[in-house]
Structure formats: C-alpha cells, structure tokens
C-alpha cells in the first residue's frame, strides 16, 4: 500500500490539535482503534516515538514537536498553493467565519456580509460577536475584526483603517440643555459612559482636541453600561451625551438623528485590525472578504 505521506501530516495535526486519541479519532470521523493503529504504522514507518501516550497522558515526544511543527508548515504551504491555483479559475467557496464587536458587527459588518453573500452565493459565512471583538482563535474563527491593537500571541494582524471618538447627543437634548462650548462644559451636562465588562471600571475620561491642543474631560455620568449598543440607544432617546466611536455613529449623524459636539475637535483615534491566525495562509475567501471590505468601510465612518 502506498504512503500517504499528507494524509498522515493532516492527521498528526489532528491528533495532536485534539489533545487526545479519543478526541482525534471524533474529530477525523473514525475510531480510536483505528487512529491508534494509524499513528502506529506512521511512527513505524518512521522509525521514532511522536507521542508519549497511556491511559492518563497524551504528549508529544521531541520527535513528535519537530514533526507536528513541520507538518502544519508544510500543510499550510499546501493549502496556500491550491487555493491561489483554484482562487484563480474559482468563485470563493466553503465556509467563512468572521469575529467582530457587537455594536461594529450589527451596525457595519452585518449589512457588508449581506451584499458580499450576494456577491459569493457558494460561499457559506458565519458572524460571531464579542464585547471589544475580544476572541481566541480556538473559536475556529478565520478572521478577526478589532478595535485597538490585539495582543494575540502570533497572530497576523493588518491594520483596516481608523476612526475615532466624537462627542455627540440627541438634538432634544441640545434643545433642552443646550451646546456645550468648550470641553470644560461637558461636566455640567447628564454624561452616558461606558464600563469595562469584567471589572465595572468606569470609562470616563473623555480625550478631546486639535492638533494643537488637548483636553482630558472628567465626567461622572448619569446612567452607564457595559453595552456600546445602550449607550448609543440612550444618545438617540435624548439622555445625554456620549462620547461615541464615528464608525458606529456616524449614519445617525448624516440623518440629524444625533448632533456632533464640538465639531472642530476630536477624540481619541482607533485604529481597526483584521487578525488572522498564523498557522493558516489567507484562504481566497478571507482575501475576497478584507479586498471588500476596505472600500466598504471607508464610507462607513472610518477615515
């Protein structure tokens, strides 16, 4: 019988990515007798141990890492080059998983992912939302949407491009509190404020200026949250201020459903990032889906 030498770097990975021979074997669809007998014959043909294995333990030998590590390169390597020949004869296919932040992935995402499913009837997507687009990829997730630099480890990262905060309210709240002047009136007025999820940190110290000049506003807020969503639904019901990221507020601004405060001046910039696992090379539909975006979002409140 001959070798089949991806197949078995396909199935090391696996094996290995399970954590287990049980786990490895439901993950390839077979029986652990048979994933046994199967990394037996490959460690015989071989001639070294992969894994150190019993009843309690499943680790890798210092043969094993060499060979897993190599594997997913090679592997990878293979799957870069047969997706750039069919990407060029082919419609992207398969399935396509995208994390994002919620308030960015309703309001923005979502909407882009209609029109690009239109474009791509073959191609299968799904959309998964998280405070911040905070995601690991053992989510199995192919691309990352983020605001702010990601911290992680060995991830491919490309900048998308950038907004930033702006000060804005209701034009019933203007009307009955009036426009704030100068950064130092926004403390005299009901502020709307984030909180982090996990500490119920208050985030209100609201950076806003010029090239020239820069404030740091103190505000204590009437109502806050741990949802970007509330505090832009309690800014369109005439609550109070918020101190909002342009991308998501942007549309709102052009129908006169909110009023930019100050105008003249800015908050802090936010840069969005597209991550990508590095144990992948960007699938044809991962490239579709980002050479897309771009433009979309560069008139969707990003500079």
């Known amino acids: ?30 029986s652990p007798a048979a994933a046994s007998r199967r990394l037996s014959r490959l460690e015989t ?55 994002a932040p919620v308030e960015l992935g309703r309001r923005q995402i979502a909407p882009f992912i209609e029109a690009f499913s239109a474009k791509h009837p073959r191609l299968m997507i799904n959309l998964a939302l998280a405070p911040e687009g905070n995601y690991d990829f053992n989510d199995y997730l192919d691309v990352v949407l983020r605001l702010g630099l990601p911290e992680t480890p060995g991830a491919v990262v490309t ?52 090239e020239t000049e820069t404030d740091v506003v103190m505000v204590e807020p009437r109502l806050s949250t741990t949802n970007a969503e509330i505090i832009h639904d309690w800014a369109l019901s005439g609550q109070g201020i918020a101190y909002k990221l342009l991308c998501d507020v942007y549309q709102d601004l052009e129908e006169g459903k909110l009023v930019r405060i100050l105008p003249d001046l800015q908050g802090e910039k936010i840069d969005l990032y597209a991550v990508l696992p590095t144990r992948q090379h960007t699938r044809a539909s991962v490239r579709a889906f980002l050479s897309d975006l771009r433009p979309y979002i560069r008139t969707a409140g990003f500079l």
């Open 1 to 30: 019988m001959p070798y089949d030498e991806i197949g078995d770097l396909r199935f090391f990975i696996s094996l290995v990515d399970a954590g287990s021979l049980s786990a490895g074997a439901r993950s390839l669809g077979t």
């Open 45 to 99: 043909r071989l001639g070294s141990t992969l894994v150190i294995r019993n009843t309690r333990h499943f680790g890798l030998s210092e043969t094993g890492r060499l060979y897993y590590e190599r594997a997913l390169t090679i592997v990878a390597e293979i799957d870069q080059l047969e997706e750039e020949i069919s990407s060029s004869t082919q419609a992207p296919r398969g399935t396509l998983s995208i994390g």
């Open 159 to 210: 900048r998308l491009a950038s907004t930033m905060r702006v000060l804005c309210a209701s034009p019933t709240y203007i009307a009955r509190r009036s426009m704030p002047a100068h950064p130092r009136d926004i403390p005299k007025h009901d502020c709307l404020c984030l909180r982090k999820n996990k500490t119920m940190a208050l985030l209100n110290k609201w950076v806003i200026g010029n």
